[in-house]
Nanobody
Framework: QVQVVESGGGLVQPGGSMRLSCAVSGSIFTIYTMGWYRQAPGKQRELVARITNTGITNYLDSVKGRFTISVNYGAKTSFLQMNELQPEDTAVYSC?????????????WGQGTQVTVSS
C-alpha cells in the first residue's frame, strides 16, 4: 500500500518562511514527478510547483522566485521551501507523486497540510 504524507504546515507571519515535506512510502518502482498543489477556501486547486525525475521544474507564476521545490528520489521525499510568504499563500497544500507502482502507472495524493499566513 502506497502512502503519501505531508508535514511542515502551520501558522507563519507575512514575510516569513516555511518548509513543507512530502514522504512517499510503499511499493513504488519509479517516481516520474512530484508536485505540490494548493487550494484556498472558495477557490480551485492549483499547481504550485512540480519537479520531474530529470530535474525539470515548473512553478505557478505568483510563487516564482519565492518558492523552491526539491526532491530526494532515493528517499522518495519532496520539499517545498516557501519564502516571503504572503496572506494570499494561505491554503491547504497537498503533494502528489506520479509513479509506477505494483498497480501500474498511478498518481498518489497526500491528505494535505494547512498553511496560514497571518499576523
Amino acid at each position: 500500500q502506497v502512502q503519501v504524507v505531508e508535514s511542515g504546515g502551520g501558522l507563519v507571519q507575512p514575510g516569513g518562511s516555511m518548509r513543507l515535506s512530502c514522504a512517499v512510502s510503499g511499493s513504488i518502482f519509479t517516481i516520474y514527478t512530484m508536485g505540490w498543489y494548493r487550494q484556498a477556501p472558495g477557490k480551485q486547486r492549483e499547481l504550485v510547483a512540480r519537479i520531474t525525475n530529470t530535474g525539470i521544474t515548473n512553478y505557478l507564476d505568483s510563487v516564482k522566485g519565492r518558492f523552491t521545490i526539491s526532491v530526494n528520489y532515493g528517499a522518495k521525499t519532496s520539499f517545498l521551501q516557501m519564502n516571503e510568504l504572503q496572506p494570499e499563500d494561505t491554503a491547504v497544500y497537498s503533494c502528489n507523486a506520479d509513479t509506477y507502482a505494483t498497480t501500474g502507472r498511478e498518481i498518489f495524493w497526500g491528505q494535505g497540510t494547512q498553511v496560514t499566513v497571518s499576523s
